[in-house]
């Protein structure tokens, strides 16, 4: 008779990693909602503006960005939950989520940016 096989235990996570996995997913509504109410109303007001927008307004009004955005950070977050140790790649995960929300702000404002410091002159 042989002995039965060990049964291998998930590994434990520690508060550290549930703390990121909120920001995570914090992070993934604000996308959500950035994606969903704030783009198209930042495009609506924008369509009416008049002129070229900057490049990074541009970029961020793409709906690609906001779903390679959320893959992104959505994708990082299942990947640390996978391996053994997932707090540094949680860390990245989130970090990345905090840069594009800045990165989607920013864009949005730097149009009403440049139209006052035309309005301003030299």
């Known amino acids: 008779m042989s002995a039965p096989a060990p049964r291998v235990q998930p590994p434990r996570r520690g508060p550290l990693v549930w703390v990121l996995v909120a920001v995570a997913g914090t992070e993934l509504c604000a996308l959500a909602f950035l994606a969903l109410v704030w ?13 070229r927008l900057p490049a990074v307004t541009r970029l961020v009004l793409e709906r690609w960005f906001m779903a390679a955005a959320a893959a992104v950070v959505a994708g990082g977050a299942g990947a640390a939950l996978a391996v053994r140790r997932p707090a540094l790649l949680l860390a990245v995960a989130c970090a990345a989520g905090a840069v594009v929300i800045a990165l989607v702000i920013y864009g949005s404002y730097a149009p009403i940016w440049q139209l006052a410091d035309a309005v301003r002159g030299p």
Do not use: E, I, T, W
């Not at 783009?39 to 002129?51: E, N, S, T």
């Open 39 to 51: 783009q198209p109303a930042v495009l609506g007001m924008f369509a009416d503006f008049g002129g």
